[in-house]
């Protein structure tokens, strides 16, 4: 009983990171039509810059405000500087975000070093919570919350303000939402800043628990694809369900079938690609 | 012909230089060499999905990887055997194609891309996370160099380079051959307009999986080698999508490019030099009967009477309905339509008619309703089987295949229902009917100094023109014109309507068109489309009386 609710709990946090990673990337190429294979450094170089203000500084709050700035600054300049003179081609995109996810991974091992590194957990959540018979940590209760309200306000932000009504109508159509004097290339900047400050948040909350290591880009970047895979790309109901799958699955499978855990997350996303090509909630 | 011949010098030195060039070699760079024998063949195979049929495939190192440790796994646990383990690596890498293009292909655009992603790091994540079995992140030690069941052994760098150094050609010939058959022609329209390949008769998806196939049991043969000249596999090396990567970035426009060249050369080449070729193999009967077919065709007088006798049905269809989410688009359209007829369809913007089209064509699924093409239901075909069928249609935005020249397009168009179109390894050019009917057609229908342009040079009107010809050049029993003379000038008009005018008496022709004096023209028979519906029908000059339509189409003031 109590391995099963624990592993419900880690795997439902886990998943929470995940839709973190998921929804940004999924915002980015509805808006943009760009499959941002960058994301996973927005992810892991985050972590890194709150690890170096954490030490420096002990605060993880500041850690947290200074590593997702670090990540929004990159993305504004990877989207002004690079992505934005290429044509709208699936391959030049892949190829050019691929090649910035190689060289911020190897920037990062070259200053942080290969040690897989953690963040120290903020002291508030040093202790358990108890219901009942069982013990949860704390920590990962607060990263339960922080996915289920970031999801809520994303919700809110997309079908409840003007803002979200524009970035909707750029999704449907980029040339009818710029002809009714919505100015898209902002928007477009915009919504890449957010979508890798999402990312950022991720790697630092989920820091403290899965740590910061050469190739977690990589890592949690194909993970953040098998959720958008399943869930349905440009869909943030996908990301959400998506990613609380996954994350069940991945949890699961790692602790009751070490040597096979790639295949309790492919082969379910095998089936579902096999009966709908679009993932579970994708319009296309 | 010089620039063949001069090709063929160049391919000659090449070679003779692969061949001197590990005399003056230290052994490390001999070994490089033959890495980088085994790389380019690597590249050439995802070259021929990349490049050719226009996949974006992040994952292909998965069969480098797959082909590599098998041969690895079996030479050391099991039997060292140079064919049975060098077999049974290229057997799994294709198995493994064949798995993973079964799932890819169901995708497009960036899910493709991120299910051959994910895909290959499943197989990297066995490699590293199965250690009894492959050892991890240590690799596999000492796996052996080919020697045994071989005559000689290729132990030595020296000789496993001039054994690398064969198969890579071998692979790099039959890679040539490919791109060069009908097939690989099939492959580049595909990447320049899979929708106008599938109206045009083709099953693009087996294709596709072809391709994929074949480019996976390649790679497989380069990992392979490359398994036996490292020794020692070891996950990351081959297996890191970077190599895939490192393959991709400079290849897809080279092999664009290639393909380019490679087809200007065929476009100048003077078609009737390729039918003084013997012609061997591969249907003979189908092809004479196809000459005929042709030769029928075009002897014909345009405007001839129909030869089909009248009263056959060519086109049935009984209570079709579509809607899009909440919007019905068609609601219960009957129309029945005479073999040889030509049918007007008249509607103002928003009738349905191009979404008629559609579900005649496959495009879309009808939410209810039958459609019967000659007697046979055709209702839940597939585009291509519909329009081997008979069924061919042109589309109210021209899309042609850009890149392609009239000549090459009209060839994938005719040859779309000829045999030749699944010939994997014959070169097109041997194909000498298809460039003799290609060329006639051209100049039937005055498009013979256009022959080498690519389509997307053309004038709008020569692109109408063209987009006309590929769909008769399909010989279709039925042919499906959505405003075929859209946007063009009044002078444009008229060549096309008379173009179509003269199309062969036998082919049915459904017709939407907006310009009215070309519509009357050409129509025996008018069918009026208004709010998803038919609302009248009859001659030309009934419906031109029937008030009804002059108050949707031509507005209530006229009378």
Redesign the interface.
């Known amino acids: 009983m109590t391995f099963w609710a624990i592993q419900t709990l880690n795997g439902l946090s886990f998943g929470m990171l995940l839709f973190l990673l998921a929804a940004g990337l999924s915002l980015i190429y509805g808006v943009m039509r760009i499959l941002n294979l960058a994301h996973g450094s927005f992810y892991v170089l985050g972590t890194y810059v709150a690890l170096s203000v954490v030490r420096a500084t002990d605060s993880f709050a500041l850690a947290m405000v200074a590593g997702t700035l670090a990540v929004i600054l990159l993305g504004v300049l990877m989207e002004r500087v690079l992505l934005r003179f290429l044509p709208p081609e699936e391959l030049p995109q892949a190829l050019l975000t691929f090649g910035v996810l190689l060289i911020v991974g190897d920037l990062c091992l070259w200053y942080w070093g290969g040690t897989p590194e953690t963040l120290p957990k903020p002291a508030v959540f040093e202790h358990s919570v108890r219901m009942g018979s069982l013990v949860f940590p704390s920590y990962r209760l607060f990263l339960l919350a922080v996915g289920v309200l970031v999801a809520v306000l994303l919700w809110a932000l997309q079908e409840r303000t003007r803002l979200g009504a524009m970035v909707r109508a750029a999704i449907d159509d980029p040339a009818i939402a710029r002809s009714t004097g919505i100015n898209v290339s902002l928007l477009s900047s915009g919504v890449f800043a957010f979508g890798a400050a999402l990312a950022a948040i991720g790697g630092i909350i989920g820091g403290p628990v899965l740590g910061v290591y050469p190739g977690a880009d990589f890592e949690i970047l194909l993970l953040a694809f098998v959720v958008v895979i399943v869930g349905g790309l440009g869909s943030l109901k996908g990301a959400f369900f998506g990613a609380l799958l996954v994350g069940l699955l991945d949890n699961f499978g790692k602790a009751l079938f070490p040597s096979l855990a790639y295949f309790t997350i492919f082969a379910p996303m095998a089936i579902i690609l096999a009966v709908r090509p679009t993932g579970l909630f994708g319009s296309r | 012909m010089t620039g063949a011949r001069g090709s063929v010098a160049w391919v000659a030195a090449a070679l003779a230089l692969l061949v001197v060039l590990p005399f003056a070699l230290t052994s490390y760079q001999l070994g490089l060499l033959t890495k980088i024998l085994i790389f380019a063949l690597f590249a050439m195979s995802l070259n021929l999905i990349?490049g050719y049929a226009g996949l974006?495939s992040?994952g292909h190192a998965a069969y480098f990887g797959i082909g590599g440790y098998t041969v690895g796994l079996l030479s050391v646990k099991v039997l060292d055997n140079f064919w049975l383990d060098f077999g049974a690596g290229i057997a799994a890498a294709t198995a493994a194609a064949a798995l993973f293009g079964?799932?890819a292909l169901?995708?497009r655009?960036?899910?493709?891309?991120?299910?051959t992603?994910?895909?290959s790091?499943?197989v990297w994540?066995?490699a590293f996370?199965?250690r009894e079995l492959t050892g991890g992140d240590d690799g596999l030690p000492n796996v052996p160099r080919p020697g045994a069941g071989l005559p000689m052994s290729f132990a030595d760098g020296f000789s496993f380079y001039y054994l690398t150094l064969a198969i890579t050609l071998l692979g790099t010939l039959a890679l040539w051959l490919v791109v060069r058959s009908p097939f690989g022609a099939a492959l580049v329209g595909i990447r320049e307009s899979e929708r106008r390949m599938q109206v045009l008769g083709y099953n693009t998806w087996r294709y596709k999986y072809v391709a994929v196939v074949i480019s996976g049991m390649l790679a497989g043969v380069a990992g392979n080698l490359f398994r036996v000249l490292q020794r020692v596999r070891e996950p990351g090396v081959s297996l890191g999508?970077?190599v895939g990567?490192g393959a991709?970035?400079g290849d897809?426009r080279r092999g664009r490019d290639h393909a380019r060249t490679g087809d200007r050369r065929r476009a100048d080449r003077d078609p009737r030099e390729c039918d003084q070729r013997p012609d061997r193999a591969v249907a003979h009967g189908a092809r004479a009967d196809l000459r005929r077919r042709h030769a029928v065709r075009a002897s014909r007088p345009p405007g001839a009477a129909p030869p089909v006798a009248s009263g056959m049905r060519a086109l049935e269809v009984e209570q079709l309905s579509h809607s899009f989410g909440g919007l019905r688009a068609l609601d219960d359209v009957r129309l029945e339509v005479e073999a040889g007829e030509r049918l007007v369809i008249l509607g103002p913007n928003g009738a349905g008619k191009t979404t008629f089209f559609n579900l005649l064509t496959g495009i879309y699924l009808p939410s209810a309703g039958r459609i019967r093409l000659f007697d046979r239901d055709v209702t839940r075909l597939a585009p291509y089987a519909r329009a081997q069928l008979g069924l061919g249609r042109t589309f109210q935005i021209t899309t042609l295949f850009p890149h392609l020249t009239v000549l090459e397009s009209v060839l994938l168009a005719l040859q779309g229902r000829d045999a030749a179109r699944f010939s994997l390894l014959r070169p097109r050019g041997a194909f000498g009917h298809l460039y003799e009917r290609a060329d006639e057609l051209l100049a039937q229908w005055e498009l013979a100094e256009r022959a080498a342009t690519r389509t997307r040079e053309l004038s709008y009107g020569d692109q109408r023109k063209v987009e006309l010809l590929l769909a008769l050049a399909a010989g279709p029993r039925v042919l499906l014109l959505d405003e075929p003379t859209a946007g063009l000038s009044p002078a444009e008009t008229t060549l096309v309507a008379a173009m179509i005018q003269r199309f062969p008496r036998e082919v049915t022709l459904l017709l939407i068109e907006h310009d009215m004096d070309v519509a009357l023209s050409l129509a025996e028979r008018v069918t009026v489309f208004h709010n998803g519906r038919i609302i009248a029908g009859g001659t030309p000059a009934e419906v031109k009386r029937d008030p009804r339509v002059a108050e949707i189409y031509l507005g209530v003031e006229e009378d």
Do not use: E, K
């Open positions: 990349l974006p992040l079964l799932l169901r995708t655009g960036a899910y493709l891309l991120m299910i992603l994910a895909l790091q499943v994540g066995i996370g199965w999508p970077a990567l991709d970035h897809p």
